[in-house]
């Protein structure tokens, strides 16, 4: 069966520090991943989605960026954070290639900037 | 652009009734619909979909009704149970959308007791 793995749970930042939030997929293969973020009293807002190791697109201009450096890896990273960053973060798998499919969420990381 | 509205926050019903959670879209051309449910500081969990060709999907308690023309689905919960007492998303998506899904804002729903 298919797991799927986000660390660290929480995270206590400071303002301008780096920011490198991991995912994992175990199970399948090829799949398509998604970083998307909650805002409290928000939905959820899709930033990052990738079809392939190294294919990344962007849906929303931030100081966040992402990478995928091998088929079920996917990490969100930020060079300086920001206060607004704070908020908690979720990795999301589907079936890939196929572009309509349930989507399956990880734990999600609480990250609080100060 | 908020696509997909679910313009209630927060939905109180009693054990054993129905819960009724709605969800509102603006594009014509999403064709695949689904509900995620939600507990605090977890991810959201895959609950029940449809696809546009359907009008009604069930799954035991959960039923989700699509009224195209209306562009609304809603979800049915009978009986509600207090486990069911979370955070519900609907999200929605068109094959020219690509991979993106739109997600609506979340209702709160609690079951009393």
């Known amino acids: 069966s298919q797991t799927i793995h986000q660390w660290p749970a929480t995270l206590v930042q400071p303002v301008g520090s780096p920011l490198s939030l991991e995912c994992t997929v175990e199970g399948t293969s090829n799949p398509n991943l998604y970083w998307y973020r909650q805002a409290a009293g928000r939905g959820l807002q899709l930033l990052f989605y990738s079809v392939g190791i190294g294919q990344i697109s962007s849906e929303v201009p931030q100081n966040l960026s992402a990478s995928r450096p091998q088929d079920r890896q996917f990490i969100l990273s930020s060079k300086k954070l920001l206060l607004s960053d704070s908020s908690f973060y979720l990795c999301a798998w589907s079936t890939g290639p196929q572009v309509i499919g349930t989507q399956y969420f990880g734990p999600g990381t609480r990250l609080t900037v100060l | 652009d908020q696509q997909v509205k679910q313009n209630s926050p927060s939905l109180s019903v009693q054990e054993g009734r129905i819960s009724i959670l709605n969800c509102d879209y603006t594009n014509s051309m999403f064709d695949y619909f689904l509900w995620y449910k939600k507990y605090p500081a977890e991810g959201p969990t895959f609950l029940i979909s449809i696809s546009s060709i359907k009008d009604k999907n069930e799954d035991g308690r959960f039923t989700v009704f699509l009224n195209k023309s209306a562009k609304h689905l809603s979800l049915h919960i009978v009986p509600s149970q207090p486990g069911d007492s979370a955070v519900y998303f609907c999200?929605?998506?068109?094959?020219?959308?690509?991979?993106?899904?739109?997600f609506g804002t979340g209702t709160s729903l609690t079951v009393i007791p």
């Open positions: 999200a929605a998506s068109a094959r020219d959308t690509g991979n993106q899904f739109y």
